[in-house]
């Protein structure tokens, strides 16, 4: 036998001149600077290159492809802090010409998406104005879509905001007009461009689910999750085209990812709109894959069926265990629905009680009036003592304690009460 240590590793395996040469090449690779590694394919597999018998040099590939992965989310971390302000500058005036360039909606579009810093210039995107008018008798009903899902997309400044909003409001005009022109793919995209900057356009959204009732068998699973997503983000009630929306769901629900799941439950829980057959598939699906939601999914999913009063053990069992592991990346609002989720439920599961308060501390001053009486009120619903987070939910709520409404007071200090915690100061205020 030989022994080759390298750092933290200490791998044993056969003697033979073959081996000790493939320890050397898999030394130096583990050294390799993992970006040009990665670059060449090396880590891809880390067990693929060698036979069984050569299993011993695994853990150094693995290493290495787990320090791969860590490097990787380092860069997406710091790629994200980076871009949190204006994009590198561009002469306004080089993308004023470049707008006016465009001869048609796919060239525009695609410097839209290229040029994410003409927003931050009013001239630029002013100058969008005359040239979508310039375009719009030729735009076809995917130009229309894929211009808004462009905007939509776009980071914007609060100074060009307005022109930005204006640009859609026009082009959302235009969409409504040609609506026929519009297959499932554009109305899903539209209506789901139109949801996520928060633009009312009633007469669209009522157009769309005309249009989109017809064709519904041609949506695909994340166009039908966007639909219904974005008919409940605007509030836009629509009980014919859910209903639909149900029916075309349920024969592919298999072909549904984590996301679309929980977005589609989540809107019909939102809207209140009844539908057990689609819970229920929903819920088979979701749990042999449970390990793919991420905590915004698990706590939508969850919260869902709570808020509609859909029984699922089985489904809350397999949430529990998925969320143990990744606690530590929910947001407030997810610790605080996933827990009033399960005791709205009346499902017990200490652990992931305690994980949440454990997660839940050092984030509370990031809770608002609403997930802080929620929580408190889920812990006192189960019996779950926890007096250092009703401490410190006390501690954040009286600063704020004029945001509380009626509901959110009352379950507060009923939930003190019902435990037996004592706080004269939250009761006073």
Do not use: W
Request: net charge neutral.
């Amino acid at each position: 036998m030989c022994s080759l240590k390298t750092g933290s590793f200490n791998v044993r395996c056969p003697f033979s001149l073959i081996s000790l040469q493939l320890c050397a090449v898999v030394f130096i690779l583990s050294q390799f600077h993992t970006e040009h590694a990665l670059a060449f394919g090396f880590f891809q597999q880390p067990t693929r290159c060698f036979s069984q018998s050569s299993s011993c040099f695994a853990p150094l590939f693995a290493k290495s492809y787990d320090r791969a992965g860590d490097q990787g989310r380092a860069r997406k971390s710091n790629h994200r802090q980076r871009t949190k302000g204006p994009p590198n500058a561009v002469n306004p005036q080089d993308l004023v010409q470049q707008i006016r360039s465009s001869r048609n909606c796919f060239e525009l579009g695609k410097f839209l998406r290229e040029n994410p810093s003409l927003f931050f210039s009013e001239d630029s995107i002013r100058a969008l104005i005359p040239k979508v008018a310039e375009l719009k008798p030729t735009m076809s009903g995917r130009d229309i879509a894929g211009l808004l899902n462009a905007l939509a997309k776009a980071r914007v400044p609060p100074e060009t905001r307005q022109v930005h909003g204006k640009l859609m409001i026009v082009l959302g005009e235009l969409a409504g007009r040609k609506i026929e022109d519009f297959d499932a793919r554009g109305i899903a995209m539209t209506l789901n461009a139109f949801a996520k900057r928060g633009l009312p356009n009633s007469e669209f959204f009522e157009k769309s689910a005309e249009a989109a009732i017809p064709i519904i068998g041609t949506f695909t699973s994340q166009g039908l999750a966007n639909t219904v997503n974005a008919f409940a983000k605007m509030d836009h009630h629509h009980p014919m085209l859910f209903d639909e929306v149900a029916k075309a769901a349920i024969p592919m629900i298999d072909t549904f990812n984590s996301q679309d799941l929980a977005n589609t439950v989540n809107a019909f829980a939102k809207m209140g709109y009844q539908h057990p057959m689609l819970f229920d598939e929903v819920a088979r699906v979701a749990i042999p894959i449970i390990g793919t939601f991420n905590s915004q999914d698990i706590s939508n999913t969850v919260n869902a069926f709570a808020k509609m009063d859909y029984q699922h053990p089985m489904l809350f069992d397999e949430v529990a265990k998925a969320a143990l592991p990744m606690i530590g990346t929910f947001k407030s609002q997810g610790l605080a629905n996933t827990v009033n989720a399960f005791a709205k439920m009346d499902y017990q599961h200490p652990m992931l009680f305690d994980e949440v308060a454990k997660a839940a501390i050092p984030m509370i001053g990031t809770f608002n009036s609403q997930d802080l009486a929620n929580t408190v009120n889920a812990f006192a619903k189960m019996d779950h003592h926890h007096p250092m987070l009703f401490d410190e939910v006390a501690r954040v709520a009286i600063p704020i304690i004029d945001t509380f409404n009626s509901q959110d007071l009352a379950n507060t200090v009923n939930a003190f009460a019902k435990m037996g915690y004592q706080h004269p100061m939250l009761f006073d205020e």
